[in-house]
């Protein structure tokens, strides 16, 4: 309660509102929300990094799956269509469907081929899916020629 000085020296009440600190308030909810927004986006653009992790054991006959650069199947070293890939996978693992599937793909294909293809496998109950990569730390050095690189190093 706010007071007032009149002639008689005595005491009143005021009845007005003083808004001077709901508008400071209204101020800082408002700059805390101006720089929250941004910050809530999904469009973050991610450069994620190359894996160090400890390869895992592979069987002694691997199912190979390659994507090629020019978007080509092949089971092994035989091409295959995306229409007959179910039919070469069954004969390629006895039917087997918790044979681990080895999926290469080139570097120049993109993402959503991968997953079209990592989707196609699922259509077909083969779940086992191992994406292949070369070890980070077994990469040659910027600029050494690819002829440099041991054979041993492919994946």
Same mark, same amino acid.
Do not use: C
């Given at each position: 309660?706010?007071?007032?000085l ?6 009143t ?9 709901? +508008?400071?308030?209204?101020?800082? %909810? ?8 941004p910050?809530?986006? #999904?469009?973050?653009? #991610? ?6 992790g ?12 390659? +994507? ?16 007959a ?15 681990? +599937?080895f ?9 959503? &081929?991968?997953? &079209?293809?990592?989707?196609? %496998? ?9 994406? #292949?990569? %070369?070890?980070a ?11 440099? #690189?041991?054979?041993?190093a492919?994946?």
């Amino acid at each position: 309660m706010a007071g007032r000085l009149q002639d008689d020296d005595s005491l009143t009440e005021n009845h007005e509102i003083n808004v001077t600190p709901f +508008i400071d308030v209204m101020l800082v %909810l408002l700059i805390i929300f101006m720089v929250a927004a941004p910050l809530a986006t #999904v469009d973050i653009n #991610v450069d994620l990094p190359a894996s160090r992790g400890a390869a895992s054991q592979r069987p002694a006959q691997p199912v190979w799956l390659t +994507i090629a650069a020019d978007r080509s199947l092949a089971l092994g070293q035989v091409p295959v269509t995306q229409q007959a890939l179910a039919a070469q996978l069954d004969a390629e693992t006895g039917g087997d469907r918790e044979t681990r +599937i080895f999926l290469r793909a080139d570097k120049a294909v993109s993402y959503g &081929e991968v997953m &079209e293809v990592m989707n196609l %496998l699922r259509d077909h109950a083969y779940t086992k899916i191992a994406l #292949v990569g %070369l070890d980070a730390t077994a990469l040659p050095p910027a600029g050494t020629p690819a002829a440099a #690189v041991p054979a041993d190093a492919a994946p």
